[in-house]
């Protein structure tokens, strides 16, 4: 296993994600407790000790499980991780009364690591308002060692991580973000890294396979990427991404079963970044992936002086490109419904005219009327 340096400890780079757990009936909020009884000894037998968890992990069960699951081996052996649900709004004023039921639920005295949990559009006032008391609670706690660590996740954009930042990156000691190397550029993972740089903010990363569409390419991008490691697999080129970003400590990997974890462990045994060649292929494998599925806006802004409506448009399309390509691959898509639950209602898609003036000055000849009223209808 390959561990990274953080402080005075060593963390195994692959990090065990317990939002995916093995279930049984397909139930989410029913964890298959003996298989990830399993996954979790091989785990430890092989090096890995950081495990990550949350409140709302499988219907709330994941903590608990999680929590019995890692009792039984020695406390400085693991590192927990677990966060602060503010995803949900309601929980803002519980903050003393979750953290202590965390800890009940896990069955542990401290935490290795904390986090607010999903900084983002919807929640940034929320997560700065002093009235919660949010941030001073998680700081005694820090204080008194119930907490060891204390960081953040953001699924925001680029201006919500600086106004985080500005608030209380002095106390922030690792963010964890979406980052793989589809997103590099296509949410600016690049950006948010370089700004967590500058206030020395190491980076932990959630969906390195874009919750795997990254392990499943077309038969041309395949051959492309053997025919420069014949050996490697898929999905591992994803984390020799990662692997070539001195940010980064742990990649977290939400694994199902036990040949997921398998093939995870075997690819972070060794470390191998890409060189100059391998590193180019694959960004245009990433160039190529966000083409086929996004509308080709260039933020140029020339239909917002059209619009009689005031929409901020390349914002809007921009999040309709990440809900589409990420539902086109299977999956949840959260992202773009949270960014626009902060939108006024009148500034949302479902508020276009469909006067087309803004498709009279677009340079790249969007039919930005049909994109607003499908955004309308999805989200």
């Known amino acids: 296993m390959q561990y990274r340096n953080f402080k005075d400890m060593k963390l195994s780079m692959l990090g065990f994600g317990a939002m995916r757990l093995p279930v049984i009936d397909g139930d989410d909020a029913k964890i298959d407790a003996e298989k990830t009884m399993r996954m979790v000894d ?44 503010g995803y949900d709004l309601a929980n803002m004023p519980k903050v003393q009364e979750i953290f202590e039921k965390q800890l009940e639920k896990t069955g542990h005295d401290y935490f290795d690591f904390y986090l607010f949990h999903n900084v983002c559009e919807m929640n940034i006032e929320q997560y700065l308002d002093p009235r919660y008391g949010i941030m001073d609670y998680l700081r005694k706690q820090r204080e008194c060692g119930r907490i060891r660590h204390l960081g953040f996740s953001c699924h925001g954009e680029l201006p919500v991580l600086k106004r985080f930042l500005e608030a209380y990156g002095d106390d922030m000691e690792f963010c964890q973000l979406q980052l793989n190397y589809l997103d590099w550029e296509f949410q600016h993972g690049r950006e948010k890294v370089e700004l967590l740089k500058k206030y020395n903010i190491p980076v932990w990363v959630m969906e390195p396979l874009r919750g795997g569409k990254l392990a499943h390419l077309n038969d041309d991008q395949k051959s492309r990427l053997k025919e420069l490691r014949p050996q490697e697999e898929i999905p591992a080129w994803a984390f020799r991404f990662l ?37 180019q292929t694959l960004m245009q494998i990433a160039e190529q992936l966000a083409d086929e599925q996004t509308v080709p806006c260039t933020a140029c802004h ?78």
């Open 243 to 279: 692997q070539g970003l001195p940010e980064v400590r742990v990649v977290l990997s939400g694994m199902t079963d036990e040949s997921q974890l398998k093939a995870n462990i075997e690819t972070f045994e060794q470390d191998l970044p890409l060189n100059g060649e391998e590193l």
């Open 302 to 379: 020339y239909c917002v002086d059209h619009c009689p409506a005031g929409l901020d448009i390349p914002r809007l399309i921009s999040l309709y490109n990440e809900h589409t390509l990420t539902t086109k691959s299977g999956q949840v898509g959260f992202i773009a419904p949270m960014a626009l639950a902060a939108f006024p209602e009148d500034k949302r898609p479902s508020a276009c005219l469909h006067c087309r003036s803004c498709e009279k000055v677009c340079p790249q000849q969007i039919k930005i009327s049909e994109v607003m009223g499908d955004f309308a209808n999805i989200v």
């Open 42 to 85: 091989y785990a430890m037998k092989h090096g890995v000790n950081y495990y990550d968890t949350a409140w709302g992990y499988h219907g709330g069960h994941s903590e608990e499980v999680m929590g019995q699951a890692l009792r039984r081996f020695p406390r400085d052996k693991y590192f927990l991780a677990t966060k602060f649900p």
